[in-house]
């Protein structure tokens, strides 16, 4: 579908780019990721994910979790970051113990789009990737609960072909559901793969200190 082969045009210019930043030096940059003081849990919400299957604030339970807003017609940012996110999780499976990486959560902000092609378009990046949708008021629930910024920039009601301005970070969501840090682009792998391993073995030794 042509769908399809646009996602993997997008993804060989962006793995070919990565190749070449990383190989000249880009692996020196900083995270630049905030941690937050105040972690608030995530807000309810009702939302589908990519197989069916209901997806609320309960499946942010339990492990860690990676989160993004976006949707399957972006041109550059979303297939950007959910390209360098996958090299992330490559390279935290060699810092993290068996069973300790990451879920992966796009959540397509546009509805309208995303719910017949979702599915196809996480798993162009990595199969265990969960691509996220369903009702607008549900994503706006949890949209505006993670202080989230989400605008589809329609010139009219039928308009077929128009862009959606959301944020390019990446939330980070604790095993007990609350919004725990927040990373910026460019999400340079290995130097984000290092950042999420100590952030979760620091939260991990504080919870055994508090217990």
Sequence with gaps: MVFGQ????????????????????????????????????????????????????????????????????????????????????????????????????????????????IADYVVNFHDDFIGVTGAWPEIKRLVEGVDGFVRLEKKKPDDEDYTVRHNANVLVIDPKGRIHASINPPFEPNKTAEYLAKLFRDERRQSRLSN
């Design 6 to 117: 646009a996602v993997r045009r997008s993804f060989g210019a962006l793995s070919l780019a990565l190749a070449i930043g990383i190989g000249s030096g880009s692996a020196s940059a900083e995270v630049d990721a905030k941690t937050f003081a105040t972690k608030e849990p995530v807000p309810a919400f009702n939302l589908k994910d990519h197989k069916g299957k209901t997806f609320d604030q309960t499946r942010f339970t339990g492990q860690w979790s990676l989160v993004l807003l976006g949707y399957t017609y972006c041109p550059d940012v979303c297939p950007f970051t959910l390209n360098n996110i996958a090299l992330v999780i490559e390279q935290l499976g060699f810092r993290v113990r068996p069973g300790g990486l990451p879920q992966v959560v796009f959540v397509g902000v546009d509805p309208e789009r995303d719910k017949e092609v």
